[in-house]
């Protein structure tokens, strides 16, 4: 809810335009000017699993990325995808496919947290669950107290 002090910083900034309006503007001008030209690769971590790592040094707008987790996925991705947001600089993702995954979540956070110590600019070590457009936090506990990928 916009405080009468946002209204009228709106207001004064553009005429005519809602703090929403102002805000999907302002999420498509990063996107555009910051999020552009991103390396986008795929790192073998274990002979069956590979993390998508998406990174641009010194860029430190990538972890925004996690607002467009959908656009990284294939398509479908009905089970979502454990991601991290390690440094500013970096996304890791790993599209959920199979009960197998909760195996994996273990390795992933180990890759996160190295990828977090190491970092210029460190955000959070911390894994996620993205599904049906939410983060779910992900613990080792995570799969028996909240449920599992199926």
Same mark, same amino acid.
């Given at each position: 809810?916009? =405080?009468?002090? =946002?209204?009228? @910083? !709106? @207001?004064?900034?553009?005429? *005519?335009?809602? +703090? /929403? ?7 498509? @001008?990063? %996107? ?11 790192? +073998? ?5 590979? %993390? ?6 010194? @860029? ?9 987790? #959908? ?5 479908? /991705?009905?089970?979502?995808?454990? %991601? ?5 600089? $970096?996304?890791?993702?790993?599209? !959920?496919?199979?009960?197998?995954? $909760? ?19 460190? %955000?959070?070590?911390? $894994?996620?669950?993205? #599904?049906? *457009?939410?983060?779910?936090?992900? =613990?080792?506990?995570?799969?028996? =107290?909240?449920? #599992?990928?199926?």
């Amino acid at each position: 809810m916009a =405080t009468d002090q =946002t209204t009228a @910083n !709106v @207001n004064a900034l553009a005429p *005519g335009h809602s +703090e /929403s309006e102002l805000l999907q503007e302002a999420i498509g @001008n990063t %996107v555009r000017m910051e999020l552009g030209g991103l390396d986008d690769r795929e790192h +073998e971590v274990t002979p069956m699993d590979r %993390v998508r790592l998406i990174a641009k040094d010194n @860029n430190s707008y990538v972890a925004t990325g996690l607002m467009l987790v #959908h656009q990284f996925l294939p398509d479908p /991705s009905p089970y979502g995808a454990f %991601v991290a947001a390690p440094a500013g600089s $970096v996304l890791l993702l790993y599209p !959920v496919t199979s009960d197998r995954a $909760v195996g994996f979540a273990a390795v992933f956070r180990q890759v996160a947290a190295a990828l977090f110590r190491d970092a210029p600019d460190p %955000v959070c070590p911390a $894994v996620y669950w993205w #599904h049906d *457009g939410c983060f779910t936090g992900w =613990t080792s506990r995570t799969s028996t =107290t909240r449920g #599992h990928p199926e």
